[in-house]
Nanobody, 124 residues
Framework: QVQLVESGGGSVQAGGSLRLSCVAS????????MGWFRQAPGKEREFVAA????????YHADSLKGRFTISRDNAKNTVYLQMNSLKPEDTAVYYC?????????????????WGQGTQVTVSS
């Protein structure tokens, strides 16, 4: 059983940056594929980025490429989401998730473990 705890959210002005962190504990955290999702008020949860267990493969939502970057440090059991050039439409609760799937996935139902989420608010 993996426990995930996100941090790093907050309020920022448009154009600013934030780095989210997700610390995993329990189980063998480094063997999981990891992902970030977000959910804005009144909207469906959407895929943001995902990373393989080694960090060698990363995937980002097409609309976020060039602004958001996922990475991981298995020695620290931590996954990061670097968010640059933030826009008001990036405002959402951001969730970290872990998957036992054999492949990196963009689909939320492929993830078995979820954090509580961290709020990101971008003002114009």
């Amino acid at each position: 059983q993996v426990q995930l705890v996100e941090s790093g959210g907050g309020s920022v002005q448009a154009g600013g940056s934030l780095r989210l962190s997700c610390v995993a504990s329990g189980g063998t955290a480094s063997s999981y594929r990891m992902g970030w999702f977000r959910q804005a008020p009144g909207k469906e949860r959407e895929f943001v980025a995902a990373i393989s267990w080694s960090g060698g493969a990363t995937y980002h939502a097409d609309s976020l490429k060039g602004r958001f970057t996922i990475s991981r440090d298995n020695a620290k059991n931590t996954v990061y989401l670097q968010m640059n050039s933030l826009k008001p439409e990036d405002t959402a609760v951001y969730y970290c998730a872990a998957s036992r799937s054999s492949r990196v996935s963009r689909i939320s139902s492929d993830y078995q473990y979820w954090g509580q989420g961290t709020q990101v608010t971008v003002s114009s």
